[in-house]
């Protein structure tokens, strides 16, 4: 005789049916979920991977321009115009007659910056404080030497006036784009010992992208000892010339105007041409040498040309 199995209260084949229907609904969910959950995952890890591939390019084109702006930067430090005009101007300051005379020009600049506007009676010299519209920074001229044999007529008995150095700074203001100040103060060396001071006011206009006119009024004073050189006449001159003695001072010495062309060929191949005119004042003006043998009116038309090279800074 076979005995049954006996089982709990509230047990039996129906419950353990139950039971193994409720687990196998509960695996059936689960692995639906993690099904769910993996296609999630996928579409993600698609996403991330899709979104990586687009920017890996950008990143690296990114980096090369970096490398490229890096590269640039470090080429060359400093650009550098050097260039020659010849001038036709008076022979000596307050002279009627005219000579043809050679003139340097020089200008430094950071590279990568574009060429500062120069005026015909602006100095050498370059920017040590710079800003949008303003630069400060030490100018120089150099004012030739007066020779009786330059001209024997007017010169005869006064002697000759060595070369002179003038050392000093200049200030530059652009009120507005086309509208340049600039004011030099300079010391003189050698030919004379006084101070000259150079007001300048330039309107700036670019024609076209290669020519730009401009032009303004000058202003130019001076003290007793830069005038007096070249426009006092002492007691030995007066003798050996047949001019009266005369003392020159200080103070405004001429008012004027200029303008100027300038045409680049090339980035780098630049010309010019100028006309300045200048009249004497006050004590320059009433010297005998300018009323007996020379000219208040002083002119002087020149022709340039400039080249510009990219250095690299040898420190």
């Not at 690296?60 to 321009?65: E, R």
């Not at 003189?188 to 007001?199: N, P």
Request: avoid cysteine; aromatic fraction near 10%; glycine fraction near 12%.
């Amino acid at each position: 005789m076979i005995t049954p199995p006996i089982f709990p209260t509230g047990t039996g084949p129906r419950y353990f049916a139950g039971t193994n229907l409720h687990a196998n609904q509960s695996l059936m969910s689960g692995l639906q979920g993690l099904g769910q959950h993996r296609r999630t995952w996928g579409r993600r890890a698609a996403m991330a991977g899709a979104i990586a591939a687009a920017l890996i390019p950008v990143a690296a084109s990114a980096a090369d321009m970096d490398a490229r702006g890096r590269t640039l930067q470090s080429a060359y430090d400093w650009t550098i115009t050097i260039g020659i005009e010849g001038k036709v101007e008076p022979i000596f300051p307050g002279s009627k007659d005219f000579a043809i005379r050679p003139n340097p020009l020089f200008d430094i600049r950071r590279y990568g910056t574009p060429e500062r506007f120069r005026g015909p009676r602006d100095g050498i010299g370059f920017g040590l404080i710079e800003g949008s519209n303003y630069q400060i920074g030490p100018v120089g001229a150099l004012r030739i030497p007066r020779k009786e044999s330059d001209d024997p007529a007017a010169l005869r008995g006064l002697g000759d006036v060595p070369w002179a150095v003038e050392l000093g700074g200049f200030a530059e203001y652009w009120f507005v784009p086309w509208l340049r100040s600039r004011a030099e103060v300079r010391q003189g060396v050698h030919g004379h010992h006084g101070l000259v001071a150079d007001l300048m006011l330039d309107a700036v206009v670019p024609v076209t992208s290669q020519l730009t006119l401009s032009g303004g009024p000058r202003v130019t004073l001076v003290t007793a000892a830069a005038n007096s050189p070249y426009f006092s006449i002492d007691v030995n001159q007066s003798a050996a010339s047949g001019l009266p003695v005369y003392a020159a001072g200080g103070g405004l010495k001429s008012v004027g105007a200029g303008a100027q062309a300038r045409y680049f060929w090339t980035p780098q191949w630049a010309t010019h041409v100028f006309v300045e005119y200048e009249r004497l004042t006050d004590d320059a003006a009433n010297s005998p040498l300018v009323t007996q043998r020379g000219s208040p009116d002083q002119v002087t038309i020149g022709f340039g040309v400039t080249r510009s090279f990219d250095i690299k800074q040898p420190w």
